[in-house]
């Protein structure tokens, strides 16, 4: 955790009701970012990734929740303790959100532009003639081509990039400091991928604005992020750079994920995958959550969970090989450059 973080998250947990019981969804998550930076949030699907962004903003309706502890400080406020209409004032204002799958995610029977406007008019003030030229504004910098035509237009008359688009400007209108981005790529074929991420990176890069990006395709990572957090079982197991992250991983949950990427040179056989199946998050994990899975399992990693080590500067992980008192050749093969082959 740092001091001259924008927004920090400090050992979140959190219980879901559901009808076969209490889902233990997040199990202390601790994540910061900071102004300027994009920060990606990785991950295999159930991770904890979405459930993180929504819990911070306060999406689960009371009833849902069985118990929720922890800490999210934003502008010297805990967004846990808010009454609704404080975080109200925060959330869509200061903290935008990009929701998953732009082809359900905009109200079908609203105009893009009444969408968009609601924003304004919700937590700007603004009078209506006034919202109508920010709209156009807005959906001009996002990169909307004729956007007096799109605005009157509804969602399905739009195709998946453009309602991205819109929905980047929606999330956009408060003016806020950070915007949560949760699979913003996901069903767009890849042409219309690198430009929502040329997008998002330039608006990163002009407004000095904080980027919180979910994700599960570590290519997009390498593409726009600058530092990486990875998840597992509602737990964040590694932190670093991307360089970090991505050519010397420490955890070996993430090294199954580089694992299975496909390789453009070398052995370009059937791909590798990670054995086993994630943990039932309907019981409670003692120790590491990874370890009925993990080929580099000692005995202590049954029964206690192991804290962020330091692997280098900037580079934490959730694993007892780094522990000083680690297996000799376990140690070893953690601490190499690159995952183990």
Same mark, same amino acid.
């Given at each position: 955790?740092?001091? !001259?973080?924008?927004?920090?998250? !400090?050992?979140?947990? $959190?219980?879901?009701?559901?009808?076969?019981?209490?889902?233990?969804?997040?199990?202390?998550?601790?994540? @910061?970012?900071?102004?300027?930076?994009?920060?990606?949030?990785?991950?295999?699907?159930?991770?904890? +990734?979405?459930?993180?962004?929504?819990?911070?903003?306060?999406?689960?309706?009371?009833?849902?929740?069985?118990?929720?502890?922890?800490?999210?400080?934003? *502008?010297?406020?805990?967004?846990?303790?808010?009454?609704?209409?404080?975080?109200? =004032?925060?959330?869509? *204002?200061?903290?935008?959100?990009?929701?998953? !799958? /732009?082809?359900?995610?905009?109200?079908?029977?609203?105009?893009?532009?009444?969408?968009?406007?609601?924003?304004?008019?919700? %937590?700007? +003030?603004?009078?209506?003639?006034?919202?109508?030229?920010?709209?156009?504004? $807005?959906?001009?910098?996002?990169?909307? /081509?004729?956007?007096?035509?799109? *605005? =009157?237009?509804?969602?399905?008359?739009?195709?998946?990039?453009?309602?991205?688009?819109?929905?980047?400007?929606?999330? $956009?209108?408060?003016?806020? +400091?950070?915007?949560?981005? @949760?699979?913003?790529?996901?069903?767009?074929?890849?042409?219309?991928?690198?430009?929502?991420?040329?997008?998002?990176?330039?608006?990163?890069?002009?407004?000095?604005?904080?980027?919180?990006?979910?994700?599960?395709?570590?290519?997009?990572? #390498?593409?726009?992020?600058?530092?990486?957090?990875?998840?597992? *079982?509602?737990?964040?197991?590694?932190?670093?750079?991307?360089?970090?992250?991505?050519?010397?991983?420490? %955890?070996?949950?993430?090294?199954?994920?580089? @694992?299975?990427?496909?390789?453009?040179?070398? !052995? =370009?056989?059937?791909? =590798?995958?990670?054995?086993?199946?994630?943990? %039932? $998050?309907?019981?409670?994990?003692?120790?590491?959550?990874?370890?009925?899975?993990?080929? %580099?399992?000692?005995?202590?990693?049954?029964?206690?969970?192991?804290?962020?080590?330091?692997?280098?500067?900037?580079?934490?992980? #959730?694993?007892?090989?780094?522990?000083?008192?680690?297996?000799?050749?376990?140690?070893?093969?953690?601490?190499?450059?690159?995952?183990?082959?």
């Amino acid at each position: 955790m740092t001091t !001259d973080a924008l927004l920090q998250i !400090d050992d979140l947990r $959190l219980g879901l009701r559901t009808g076969n019981g209490v889902v233990h969804a997040l199990r202390g998550v601790s994540l @910061d970012v900071r102004s300027g930076e994009v920060l990606a949030v990785v991950g295999e699907s159930g991770c904890g +990734k979405s459930v993180t962004m929504q819990a911070l903003l306060g999406l689960f309706a009371p009833g849902q929740i069985a118990y929720r502890t922890g800490r999210v400080l934003f *502008a010297g406020q805990d967004l846990l303790r808010l009454s609704e209409p404080d975080l109200r =004032r925060v959330r869509g *204002a200061e903290i935008g959100m990009v929701f998953q !799958d /732009p082809m359900v995610a905009l109200t079908p029977t609203l105009t893009i532009g009444e969408q968009i406007g609601e924003a304004l008019l919700a %937590h700007r +003030k603004v009078p209506s003639r006034d919202a109508r030229r920010r709209v156009i504004t $807005l959906l001009e910098q996002v990169g909307v /081509p004729h956007p007096e035509i799109r *605005a =009157r237009q509804y969602p399905f008359q739009l195709s998946g990039g453009l309602r991205q688009r819109a929905l980047i400007a929606a999330a $956009l209108a408060g003016g806020p +400091k950070v915007l949560i981005a @949760d699979e913003p790529t996901t069903a767009l074929d890849v042409t219309i991928q690198a430009q929502i991420l040329a997008l998002l990176r330039a608006l990163q890069r002009t407004t000095d604005l904080a980027v919180i990006l979910v994700t599960h395709d570590l290519g997009v990572v #390498a593409e726009i992020a600058h530092r990486v957090a990875v998840m597992y *079982a509602g737990r964040i197991v590694e932190e670093g750079t991307v360089e970090q992250i991505l050519t010397r991983p420490a %955890h070996p949950y993430t090294w199954g994920l580089l @694992d299975c990427l496909p390789k453009l040179a070398g !052995d =370009r056989g059937r791909l =590798r995958s990670i054995e086993g199946q994630p943990p %039932h $998050l309907m019981r409670e994990i003692a120790g590491c959550a990874f370890a009925v899975r993990c080929p %580099h399992a000692m005995e202590v990693c049954g029964p206690y969970a192991p804290p962020l080590f330091t692997a280098e500067d900037g580079h934490r992980s #959730a694993c007892w090989l780094l522990h000083p008192s680690a297996e000799p050749v376990a140690r070893r093969t953690c601490l190499m450059a690159g995952r183990p082959g």
